[in-house]
């Protein structure tokens, strides 16, 4: 049997301010490489990062339209997105050409090539929720959101001391740490994306957040193996 992962990559985890990110996209593509050799197959989703913040800040002060500063960070995350499916073709990995503009062309794109790697779709939400999307149109068993936050904490641990991580939580759980599913202002938001909360709670679709710069856990959760971070069950 194959098994189908689809894991959000965090635009952070690719352009971060601060770490080895050539080391780390060389790691990510050895742990792609292993599952597929595995005989798995797997959806990326990549997220925008400082490319993403750094188009709407030059726009934002003269465009008061959500929807247009959103298709900044959409343009941003399917430019990282053809930086991550290169990188990937180059390492003799067989990931689908095209970076698919919409969920149901991934899908398809799945039945036929070990990998697809794909990043934002329309305005009104994130990759978070594209991958979420993705992990139930390919029959997923769960969605994998790399970040760059080792767990879901109980409370923002940047404003609230006595957040505590989570190892374990329900969706509804989660959806009272993000907020109600409403896309509010493009870039950054909650730690998971609430539309793409909404989404896993309408499909019935457990989450897995985790650390990506931590390559091994991130191998070891698309394996279906223990992991360290934050497991959020249906409930
Ligand atoms: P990201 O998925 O990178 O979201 O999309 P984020 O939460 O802002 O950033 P990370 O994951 O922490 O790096 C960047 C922006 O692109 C728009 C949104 O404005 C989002 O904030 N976007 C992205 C969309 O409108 N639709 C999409 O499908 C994806």
Same mark, same amino acid.
Do not use: K
């Given at each position: 049997?194959?098994?189908?992962?689809? /894991?959000?990559?965090?635009?952070?985890?690719?352009?971060?301010?601060?770490?080895?990110?050539?080391?780390?996209?060389?790691?990510?593509?050895?742990?792609?490489?292993?599952?597929?050799?595995?005989?798995?197959?797997?959806?990326?989703?990549?997220?925008?990062?400082?490319?993403?913040?750094?188009?709407?800040?030059?726009?934002?002060?003269?465009?008061?339209?959500?929807?247009?500063?959103?298709?900044?960070?959409?343009?941003?995350?399917?430019?990282?997105?053809?930086?991550?499916?290169?990188?990937?073709?180059?390492?003799? @990995?067989?990931?689908?050409?095209?970076?698919? @503009?919409?969920?149901?062309?991934?899908?398809?794109?799945?039945?036929?090539?070990?990998?697809? /790697?794909?990043?934002?779709?329309?305005?009104?939400?994130?990759?978070?929720?594209?991958?979420?999307?993705?992990?139930?149109?390919?029959?997923?068993?769960?969605?994998?959101?790399?970040?760059?936050?080792?767990?879901?904490?109980?409370?923002?641990?940047?404003?609230?001391?006595?957040? /505590?991580?989570?190892?374990?939580?329900?969706?509804?759980?989660?959806?009272?740490?993000?907020?109600?599913?409403?896309?509010?202002?493009?870039?950054?938001?909650?730690?998971?994306?609430? @539309?793409?909360?909404?989404?896993? @709670?309408?499909?019935?679709?457990?989450?897995? /957040?985790l650390?990506?710069?931590r390559?091994q856990q991130l191998?070891a959760c698309?394996?279906?193996?223990?992991f360290e971070?934050?497991?959020?069950?249906?409930?």
């Open positions: 049997m194959t098994s189908v992962q689809v /894991v959000a990559l965090g635009g952070s985890l690719l352009r971060p301010e601060v770490m080895e990110r050539h080391a780390w996209l060389e790691g990510m593509a050895a742990v792609v490489a292993e599952h597929v050799a595995a005989g798995g197959r797997l959806g990326l989703v990549i997220g925008g990062g400082q490319p993403a913040r750094e188009a709407i800040s030059l726009a934002q002060p003269l465009l008061d339209d959500v929807a247009r500063l959103d298709e900044l960070g959409i343009a941003a995350t399917r430019l990282n997105a053809t930086v991550v499916q290169q990188i990937l073709a180059g390492a003799g @990995i067989d990931v689908a050409a095209a970076i698919p @503009i919409d969920v149901e062309h991934a899908a398809e794109l799945l039945e036929q090539h070990a990998v697809v /790697v794909m990043g934002g779709t329309v305005p009104g939400h994130t990759t978070d929720a594209v991958a979420i999307r993705l992990a139930v149109a390919v029959g997923a068993g769960s969605c994998i959101i790399a970040t760059n936050v080792s767990h879901v904490h109980s409370a923002d641990p940047a404003t609230d001391p006595d957040a /505590v991580a989570r190892e374990r939580m329900t969706l509804s759980e989660l959806q009272e740490i993000v907020g109600p599913p409403e896309h509010v202002a493009a870039g950054p938001t909650a730690v998971i994306d609430p @539309i793409g909360v909404q989404v896993a @709670i309408d499909a019935g679709l457990p989450l897995r /957040v650390d990506g710069r390559l191998a698309i394996a279906g193996e223990a971070g934050t497991a959020v069950e249906v409930g």
